[in-house]
């Protein structure tokens, strides 16, 4: 797991993991050191883990490790507390039930329901969703026993991420490796989800490109971070998501099971996002995409040449597409348009809510250092008509669920009315 992803990915998962409370169960397999990855991980999205560990899984990693990432007590043992319902406070205690990585003899204890351990004792008093990550040798994991083991695991509502093939600790190759720490993190966010809506939103995010030549275009500072928030805020809200991406910065993540769309061109962005529009109920136009476009492409490189003034190549403009999206609205379908703007704020958003007929704007200053293109951070205004909001600065994840939740008719507690706009403090 490289940094940059997972602190793109942690900064997306923030949200929905703070505060929450996980219980990890790390059994007998070598791949035990990378649950130390998950918990580091868990900690920095502000989640409360508890670790349990098995006999065979002290072999492999240590409770004072464990104790140390987790800052709390690990659970080694079904007796070691003392007070009578020990083996099972962290069922009632927990939001959420992992196991990770789990071996062949813990998923057939599961499966068995047998409760000889503190894992496979808890597992039986928590209700609640149950994320497994199986690892194993191939021959393990192919055995019918184990195949048998995790359907039935399958049949209670288990959820299993992986696992994934390649070369394993053992020296053979095949499948059975425990699914990287970013991966689970993600999965144990995914059982946080709010469930299905039964909606599908579509974003459109990341900068749009103009080729000028082989080797030259024409974009702008985009990242893609503030429409990929969008699409984890609408996902966390029970949504089915599709992406339509720009050139996007390749550190942005997005929900794994979201459908995404790259695209390069202002042209391409707007075929993508009518194309799905009509299946959407919601679209959030983050994307930045191009005004202006090269009213030629060139199939040669230009050529400097001493003497020769630099060429000045015609622009023409580019589909409005969210005006196009507006124009295509059927009853019961929000849009939410996005502005960077530079000054006057709160009246540019207004301009653009009335020529475009969006349903919403959310309007923010990139002008201002740390905030918007390219950071982590942002901040600005909701503005519907008749009511406007102020967005304070947050991270873009905590401004996503902002918006999401007004576009579902609830104000979040961040958000406050926008004092009545006084000329020159738009
Ligand atoms: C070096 C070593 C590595 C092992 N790795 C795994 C593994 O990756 N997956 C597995 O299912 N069992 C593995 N085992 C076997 C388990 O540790 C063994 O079945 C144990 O009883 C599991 O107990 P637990 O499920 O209570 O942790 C390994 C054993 C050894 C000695």
Redesign the pocket.
């Known amino acids: 797991m490289s940094p940059s992803a997972v602190s793109s990915l942690n900064s997306q998962l923030e949200p929905l993991l703070r505060g929450r409370r996980v219980f990890l169960g790390i ?5 035990a050191f990378k649950a130390q990855d998950l918990v580091r991980a868990l900690k920095a999205c502000g989640a409360e883990v508890q670790v349990a560990l ?4 002290k072999q492999f990693v240590t409770p004072l490790t464990l104790e140390t990432l987790s800052g709390r007590n690990v659970h080694a043992s079904l007796w070691n507390d003392g007070h009578g319902t020990h083996h099972i406070d962290l069922a009632r205690w927990a939001e959420v039930f992992v196991v990770a ?1 789990a ?4 998923l057939a ?1 599961m499966a068995h329901g047998l409760a000889d ?1 503190v894992i496979s004792t808890e597992y039986l008093a928590f209700r609640g969703p149950v994320l497994v990550a199986p ?3 191939p021959a ?1 994991w192919d055995h019918p026993a184990t195949r048998r083991n995790v359907e039935k695991l399958r049949t209670d509502g288990v959820r299993i991420a992986g696992p994934a093939a390649g070369l394993m600790a053992c020296g053979e190759e095949g499948e059975g490796r425990m699914v990287e720490p970013d991966a689970l993190l993600e999965a144990v966010a995914g059982c946080l989800y709010a469930p299905s809506n039964g909606k599908r939103a579509l974003v459109s995010l990341g900068p749009t490109q103009s080729r000028l030549d082989p080797v030259r275009f024409l974009t702008n500072r985009s990242s893609g971070r503030m429409g990929a928030s969008m699409a984890w805020a609408l996902r966390a809200a029970g949504y089915e998501v599709t992406a339509v991406c720009g050139p996007i910065d390749p550190a942005v993540r997005l929900p794994a099971d979201a459908r995404r769309i790259d695209v390069r061109t202002s042209g391409e962005m707007a075929s993508a996002v009518l194309a799905e529009w009509p299946r959407a109920q919601v679209y959030a136009s983050a994307a930045a995409v191009l005004d202006w476009e090269f009213a030629e492409v060139h199939t040669e490189k230009l050529k400097k040449e001493a003497g020769v003034m630099p060429p000045s190549p015609p622009l023409q403009e580019t589909q409005d597409i969210l005006k196009a999206v507006c124009e295509r609205r059927r009853p019961g379908q929000f849009i939410l348009g996005f502005a960077a703007e530079t000054r006057e704020l709160r009246a540019a958003a207004r301009r653009k809510l009335a020529s475009k007929g969006c349903d919403a704007v959310f309007v923010n200053d990139v002008s201002k250092p740390g905030l918007g293109f390219e950071s982590e951070a942002n901040a600005g205004w909701w503005i519907s008509s008749g009511d406007e909001r102020e967005i304070p600065r947050a991270s873009k994840a905590l401004v996503a669920r902002s918006l999401v939740d007004l576009i579902e008719g609830r104000t979040p507690k961040e958000v406050r009315p926008a004092a009545p706009l006084i000329e020159g403090n738009a």
């Open positions: 059994t007998g397999s070598i791949a098995t006999d065979s899984a990585p071996t062949a003899n813990t204890r351990d690892a194993m040798n393990m």
